[in-house]
């Protein structure tokens, strides 16, 4: 038997135990409250942004048809305040923005959580405007075959997110659900475009804001989490950092860090308002000082102590994101031994995996957890 279903095995075991554990809570014995399975989940990042422009219904929709659980947009607003996917507010570098003459005027330095940036700006394009853009490969060099694909996609709502994860839903027969994330709320709240209220409304006119629906919403900041667990029935993921603070405790003087958040009283008090965190994966399983993967730390067994799942990220193909010694070459591009980074984190007990590479890690799963 190869090592890594030796260890598939063993985690498969313990996490029967889990399941076994949790069974009077649960809706089915695979089910935990929220209806989310057992066995560790497959969180499509921001797509499945290994094989198109990240954040475009492509890639949504082929995450979701290699088998990903959840999609995951991330979400900025436009100047007329609709939620749209993109990883920041800046979009040089993941649209044709820089290439329209009529835009260029809108080129602008603003501070964005502390940081000088040079860029277009969703705040400052209507709806309208934003949707006459194209989507484009955010790390072209990486990532050449996904260039083949610049300037067909539209930047999607993040309505229309949920509109291909119910249409997805309805034609996989299973559901497919969202994983939305806030993108600078403390940034855009100083801008008049408040996040928080949009996400409240958008879930709550699509039916999603109950207990049991497939969602999960996420922040890098505090403030907005806590203020979402006053108002939404979902699970929310507490994302940090392997370094630095949530901005908005920086903002207002809080000097606890995302290191504070994962001691075991800092897991407690997230275990508050909180589901889960979406840890960086070096804080689950860190290198060593040749880069090479090394021991599990304390993290997920912290995490569980505090009843909180564990979704860290980003598990990506290519070599330049693997530990290593789990590296095929010294080229960047090429792809490395993304399963062995992923056995070894099943291994470490993790509750899910952000991923760019959904169809990887299905076949991994799979490897790791045999159906019984
Ligand atoms: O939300 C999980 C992960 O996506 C956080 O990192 O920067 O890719 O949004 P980022
Ligand atoms: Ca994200």
Known sequence: MPATRTIGVAVAALTLLGVATMSTASATPDDDRHGNRAVPLVLGHRGASGYRPEHTLA????????GADYIEPDLVSTKDGVLVARHEPEIGGTTDVAKRPEFAARKA?????????TGWWTEDFTLAELRTLRAVERIPDVRQRNTIY????????????IDLSKRLSRELG????????????????????????????????????RRGAKVFVQSFEVGNLVEFSRKLRVPLIQLTSASGAPYDFVASGDKRTYADLLTPAGLRDVARYAYGIGPAKDQVIPRDAAGNLAQPTA???????????????????????????LRS????????DLFGELSAFWAAGVDGVFTDNTDVAVASRAEAFPRR
Do not use: C, W
């Open 59 to 66: 890639s949504y929709e082929l995450a979701a048809r290699m």
């Open 109 to 117: 330095t603003k501070v964005l959580d502390g940081v000088s940036v």
């Open 150 to 161: 610049n300037g067909r996609y539209q930047v999607p709502t993040f309505q229309e997110v």
């Open 174 to 209: 299973r559901d497919i659900g969202i994983y939305p994330e806030t993108k600078h709320p403390t940034y855009f709240r100083k801008l008049g475009l408040d996040l928080n209220p949009k996400v409240v409304e958008a879930l709550e006119r699509n039916g999603l804001n």
């Open 299 to 325: 993290l997920v067994a912290n995490a569980h102590k505090a009843g909180l799942k564990v979704h860290p990220y980003t598990f990506r193909a290519e070599n330049v994101f693997l530990p290593a010694n």
């Open 329 to 336: 070459s010294a080229v960047p591009s090429e792809y490395g």
